[in-house]
């Protein structure tokens, strides 16, 4: 059930506390050079990404941090919270986000800058306990020959359980996990949070942000589905018409009459039994 989470509550592991704090180049730019253990001399935040989209659809554009360095290359970072099956596929739809992006600004195909998708997970995705998952295109057959398109896919796990990475990005996992600051970076973090709970504007965004998710809440509560779920309506009618399957004495039609669940739903539960 969808819960709203007070402004005053909210850690670097929210997603909307994570995009403040990475607004600022003196956090992210060392975030990104904790992860991928390289040195970025500068950082760039492209106009149209300055700011957060609060846009409520799903399909919509938004990335949590999108920012760019001086070495051609493209870094989207997103904060994941919740255990998301499709976990993968993500990663490919905002990679392909990256590149139409990209594409849309009159670039051709044949310059698209080298790209990294990192998704920070507060669960293992992979439930293998590594910290780190680094994913890029290599040919089957031959295990060593990469693709060379300029992509890589880093998902990164703070409940990791091995000793396979360096302590520095061990102490930024652990602080995004809920714990005390470990080091300076953590330290630095730590306060950009308290200061950007200070703020009176990002506070009003995120008051605006939720009241817009308690609308799209309720107003699937009013349409009947998210209410009927929670009070055991659909799963009783589901039950009902799965025994009626079972005994072969109905059709699909006189089922769907008798429940109320529309054809499609109960073709779905005959493919199930």
């Not at 200070?198 to 998710?213: C, F, P, V």
Request: aromatic content about 10%.
């Amino acid at each position: 059930m969808y819960r709203s989470k007070k402004f005053e509550d909210l850690t670097i592991s929210d997603d909307f506390m994570f995009g403040i704090v990475m607004r600022d180049p003196k956090n992210c730019k060392p975030f990104l050079e904790t992860i991928l253990n390289v040195k970025i001399s500068r950082i760039d935040y492209p106009e149209d990404q300055k700011t957060i989209n609060l846009s409520l659809d799903a399909k919509s554009i938004r990335l949590d941090v999108y920012v760019e360095d001086d070495s051609n290359t493209v870094y989207n970072i997103e904060m994941q919270n919740g255990h998301h099956e499709n976990l993968p596929k993500r990663t490919r739809y905002y990679q392909g986000i990256i590149d139409l992006n990209l594409l849309d600004k009159g670039m051709d195909y044949t310059q698209l800058k080298q790209s990294f998708v990192i998704f920070v997970c507060t669960f293992d995705p992979f439930h293998i306990g590594r910290h780190v998952y680094t994913f890029e295109n290599r040919c089957v057959e031959d295990p060593d020959l990469s693709l060379n398109d300029g992509t890589q896919k880093i998902i990164l796990n703070t409940k990791g359980i091995f000793d396979d990475v360096r302590p520095e990005l061990k102490r930024l996992l652990n602080f995004i996990d809920g714990r005390q600051p470990e080091d300076s970076f953590t330290q630095d973090l730590s306060e950009a949070v308290e200061a950007a709970k200070r703020n009176k504007k990002w506070r009003h965004d995120y008051m605006t942000l939720q009241m817009a998710y308690d609308e799209k809440y309720h107003e699937g509560l009013v349409n009947g589905i998210q209410q009927g779920r929670e009070n055991g309506i659909v799963e009783e009618k589901e039950d009902t018409a799965r025994r009626m399957l079972s005994s072969g004495k109905y059709s699909n039609t006189e089922i769907s009459e008798i429940t109320g669940l529309p054809m499609e739903q109960i073709q779905t539960l005959k493919k199930s039994l």
